[in-house]
């Protein structure tokens, strides 16, 4: 019903840069909000930044000075400006998004993944 395609990962040298893209499409009346979420081997799956309302956002605090998360919900679109990367931040990186559908009915939905790999 809905697809949200990430793209943007790869291989990094540490303190280099990636911009990652999420796209949602499909049977959508509404996007409440669109959140990118990583995971390192062995660890948990963590969100560390969030759109909603078209425009408003919040990233963690250990990454925002880094991190830029753009784009806008109600066009289905957020980008994430990542900035100075480290070994440390090696994960996949997941799009995530809290959608009204045309039938009412709210679910949530994740991308595929894309792989994010910072080289020391």
């Known amino acids: 019903q809905v697809q949200l395609v990430e793209s943007g990962g790869g291989l990094v040298q540490t303190w280099g840069s990636l911009n990652l893209s999420c796209v949602a499409s499909?049977?959508?009346?509404?996007?409440?909000?669109m959140g990118w979420y990583r995971q390192a081997p062995g660890n948990q799956r963590e969100v560390f930044a969030l759109?909603?309302?078209?425009?408003?956002?919040n990233v963690a605090e250990s990454v925002q000075v880094r991190f830029t998360l753009s784009g806008d919900t109600y066009k289905n679109t957020v980008y994430l400006q990542m900035n100075r990367l480290q070994p440390e931040e090696t994960a996949a990186y997941y799009c995530?998004?809290?959608?009204?559908?045309?039938?009412?009915?709210?679910?949530?939905?994740w991308g595929q993944g894309t792989q994010v790999t910072v080289s020391s």
């Open positions: 499909g049977s959508i009346f509404r996007i409440i909000s």
């Open positions: 995530n998004a809290d959608v009204m559908l045309v039938t009412g009915i709210s679910d949530y939905y």
């Open positions: 759109m909603w309302s078209g425009r408003r956002t």
